[in-house]
Each structure stands twice: as C-alpha cells, then as structure tokens.
Nanobody, 127 residues
Framework: QVQLVESGGGLVQAGGSLRLSCAAS????????MGWFRQAPGKEREFVAA????????YYADSVKGRFTISRDNAKNTVFLQMNSLKPEDTAVYYC????????????????????WGQGTQVTVSS
C-alpha cells in the first residue's frame, strides 16, 4: 500500500504560479506512473496531468497544456506539478494519485486506473 501526501497549495493571484508536491511512501515509487487530478466545488474530479514511471513521458489535459508541468524525482519519491499562468478556473482541490499497475505502458486519465490517492491540497486563484 502506498501513502501519498500533497503539499504546496495556497492562494495566488491570477497569472501567478504555484508548485505542488506529492510525497510517496510504502511501496516502490519508481515503478508506477503518477497523476494529478483536481476537483472544483460542485464539479466532478477531473484529470490534470500524468507522468510515466521513469519520467520520460507526460500527458496533460487540454485545459492546462502549456501552463502546467508535471515532473518526478524518483530518488526522493516525489512528484511535482508546476503551475504557471494560473487562472481563476484553476481553483480546486488538487489530488495526486498512483497508478494501480507497475510499469504500465501508456498514461491514463481515468480515475479508476489509479489505485492510491492523497488527501488533496487546496489551490485558490483570485481574479
């Protein structure tokens, strides 16, 4: 079982930046793809970005492409989400998630492909 803890959320003005971190423990982090999802008030949780086990492949939702960057440090068991040019519509609770299958080819955007979730971190972007 893997445990995931997000940090780095906060309040930022539109156009600003934040860097989210997700620290993993409990299993071999480097074997699994990781993803970031978000959930705004009154809306369903949605995919944001994913990165494969080695960090060599990434995948983004169209809404964040060119503004957000996902990365990972396998030596530190941590995945990051650098968020630039933030917009009020990026306001949400952001969750990191670990793929349920090790060394899975391809990157997934569906929640049911991920077997472990963090507790979330709030990001609020003011206009």
């Amino acid at each position: 079982q893997v445990q995931l803890v997000e940090s780095g959320g906060g309040l930022v003005q539109a156009g600003g930046s934040l860097r989210l971190s997700c620290a993993a423990s409990g299993r071999t982090f480097s074997r699994y793809a990781m993803g970031w999802f978000r959930q705004a008030p009154g809306k369903e949780r949605e995919f944001v970005a994913a990165i494969n086990w080695s960090g060599g492949s990434t995948y983004y939702a169209d809404s964040v492409k060119g503004r957000f960057t996902i990365s990972r440090d396998n030596a530190k068991n941590t995945v990051f989400l650098q968020m630039n040019s933030l917009k009020p519509e990026d306001t949400a609770v952001y969750y990191c998630a670990a793929d349920s299958v090790s060394y899975r080819p391809g990157l997934k955007s569906r929640m049911n492909e991920y077997g472990a979730w963090g507790q979330g971190t709030q990001v609020t972007v003011s206009s």
